[in-house]
């Protein structure tokens, strides 16, 4: 599986974003997604994450309720809606991508997902 990032940019505090990851490859509907974030000088910080078949999500306490992941199975894309950004938002975002089985509880770790992005940087100004 490839995957492509996109939809980063540098926005104000309480803005909105939505970021995109394509991915490639027929694996796509059998594959848990999962977004990250690494802000300079910090380690790699799980974001969320959304089930091969979507209808199971799960979010870090520090983006619950203002973030939602979704994903597209026919246009083999996941999604996250950033919603009232804040600037300790600000991070490159990564898309990754875990094979599984339908029994399989959804990872908030990143050793467990085999296929990366580039990242896309999001910014929030104050």
């Known amino acids: 599986v490839q995957l492509q990032a996109s939809g980063g940019g540098l926005v104000q505090d309480g803005d909105s974003l939505r970021l995109s990851c394509a991915a490639s490859g027929r694996t796509f509907s059998r594959s848990a997604m999962a977004w990250f974030r690494q802000a300079p000088g910090k380690e790699r910080e799980f974001v969320g994450a959304i089930s091969r078949g979507g209808g199971s999500t799960k979010y870090s306490d520090s983006v619950k309720g203002r973030f939602t992941i979704s994903r597209d199975n026919a246009k083999s894309t996941v999604y996250l809606q950033m919603n009232s950004l804040k600037p300790e938002d600000t991070a490159v975002y990564h898309c990754?991508?875990?094979?599984?089985?339908?029994?399989?509880?959804?990872?908030?770790?990143?050793?467990?997902?085999?296929?990366w992005g580039q990242g896309t940087q999001v910014t929030v100004s104050s």
């Open positions: 990754a991508a875990r094979e599984t089985i339908l029994t399989m509880p959804i990872s908030d770790d990143f050793n467990d997902y085999k296929y």
